[in-house]
């Protein structure tokens, strides 16, 4: 059974960092894309970043760009967010993902194949 476990939520004060693990466990994940997304109280879930399966390419959001580095552990089967620069809006649960199909539109949640149960982030002023 494929299963994509995050850990690494909390909360720190604005300005502040952490970093998000999502270890994978019950596929070989190193051929799929992966990615992360977010969803804040009251909103549709949106993503956030995303890392190919040779991890020679990467895609952020835009009002993450510059703050955020997504990266991928072949060895440990797992993947990475660290974020630094934290705003408040930044509050959210935030999901890993894994893309089996090869898909291009890596930005799209519709085509991820495994999630995980999320992790929470919170970030005051």
């Known amino acids: 059974q494929a299963q994509l476990v995050e850990s690494g939520g909390g909360s720190v004060q604005a300005g502040g960092s952490l970093r998000l693990s999502c270890v994978a466990s019950?596929?070989?994940?190193?051929?799929?894309?992966m990615g992360w997304f977010r969803q804040a109280p009251g909103k549709e879930r949106e993503f956030v970043a995303a890392?190919?399966?040779?991890?020679?390419?990467?895609y952020y959001a835009d009002s993450v760009k510059g703050r955020f580095t997504i990266s991928r552990d072949y060895v440990k089967n797992t993947m990475s967010l660290q974020m630094n620069s934290l705003k408040p809006e930044d509050t959210a649960v935030y999901y890993c993902?894994?893309?089996?199909?090869?898909?291009?539109?890596?930005?799209?949640?519709?085509?991820?194949?495994?999630w995980g149960q999320g992790t929470e982030v919170t970030v005051s002023l």
């Open positions: 890392i190919t399966w040779s991890g020679g390419v990467t």
């Open positions: 019950g596929r070989t994940f190193s051929r799929y894309a």
């Open positions: 993902a894994a893309d089996q199909r090869g898909t291009l539109n890596l930005r799209d949640l519709n085509e991820y194949d495994y």
